[in-house]
């Protein structure tokens, strides 16, 4: 067989092979989610209810996972390094996060997990119409905050100064402050305000609240929990927090919007700038259901008696 005769073999034989031999693998979708600190169980919870709407992780759905341990300057990189991969959605938890993210990129679309007061702090126009390019779910944090200032004097009754320790780094924190004020109105007891602007920070705080004779404290949920729940733990000082997480990973009392249902909203909004919706055109949404839980180990551990009216209340008591 001369050339020529081989090259029209072989082309003629190429023409027969099927089209999918030369097809490309399908992009997976790829979701960025963008943590300032404490992922579970934020994660979990928004990784099932992905897979409840079908997206199957490492067939059809890629998730980049970036956790900045309580760092802005890492979450500002964290949030630039999702933009420079094309992200299809950037899911942020928390308002650090979702103003990292917001930062990063005025074309990805960001949804919210639970960040607090997102019209306050500047991350949409209006919950009925956000525009830009964000949208999702915006917990009520700074009105549990001051609800938890009322849990905590029922659960510690004889405590005369109640502290509050919150982070600095995360402008949410002046709203907090604000709402827990306007509540000790009614409750009329000695607070003390601690400010923390990195982690770092957190032990010296303590410090303080130890020679200032702080009772019980009420902890912003956008600080490490785990150094915090350490160092309340030795100091035989009850807690309380407006996340679950707080008092899954050891705090003494959490109170807050239930987390399945906050994820469940956000992988739906997630669904459906999917498919092409604008973030603009979607409503930020609010939780609807609440959720109280105490550690019952971590009550024991501290040498608090939670009152039975009280633990009545509770939809769980961690063992």
């Known amino acids: 067989m001369n050339r020529r005769t ?20 399908a992009r997976r979708t790829l979701i960025g989610l963008l943590f300032h600190s404490n992922p579970e169980p934020s994660l979990t919870l928004l990784r099932t209810a992905l897979a409840n709407l079908g997206y199957r992780e490492g067939e059809t759905l890629q998730i980049d996972i970036r956790v900045a341990n309580g760092s802005d300057a890492k979450l500002k990189e964290m949030a630039a390094d999702l933009v420079a991969r094309q992200a299809d959605a950037i ?24 960040v607090a007061d ?4 500047g991350l949409v126009t209006s919950l009925a ?37 919150v982070n600095t780094a995360d402008p949410f924190h002046l709203r907090m402050i604000d709402q827990i004020e306007t509540a000790n109105r009614t409750v009329k007891i000695d607070l003390g305000i601690f400010r923390v602007a990195r982690p770092g920070e957190i032990a010296a705080a303590f410090e303080e ?17 785990a150094p915090v729940i350490e160092l309340a733990i030795k100091a035989r000082l009850p807690t309380a927090s407006a996340v679950r997480g707080y008092a899954e990973d050891g705090g003494l ?7 399945d249902d906050i994820a469940a909203i956000a992988a739906g909004q997630v669904e459906r700038v999917l498919k092409g ?3 603009a055109d979607i409503p930020v949404q609010q939780p609807a259901k609440f959720e109280l839980l105490f550690n019952a180990k971590t009550a024991r551990a501290i040498g608090v008696t939670i009152p039975p009216a009280i633990l009545a209340r509770a939809d769980e008591v961690i063992e």
């Open 91 to 114: 899911v942020a938890f928390t308002t650090p996060a979702a103003l990292a993210a917001k930062a990063a990129t005025d074309r990805i679309p960001i949804v919210m997990a639970g």
């Open 277 to 279: 919706a604008r973030p």
């Open 253 to 259: 009392l959490a109170y807050g919007g239930k987390l």
């Open 209 to 225: 609240m130890a020679a200032r004779k702080i009772e019980a404290a009420i902890i912003q949920p956008t600080l490490p929990r």
């Open 6 to 25: 081989l090259l029209r073999a072989l082309g003629a034989a190429a023409a027969m092979w099927p089209a999918a031999s030369f097809a490309q693998p």
């Open 118 to 121: 997102a019209v306050g702090s």
């Open 129 to 165: 119409r956000p525009g830009g390019n964000v949208t999702g779910v915006s917990a009520v944090i700074a009105e549990l905050s001051g609800t938890l200032l009322g849990m905590l004097r029922e659960v510690v009754p004889a405590a005369a100064r109640i502290g509050v320790l």
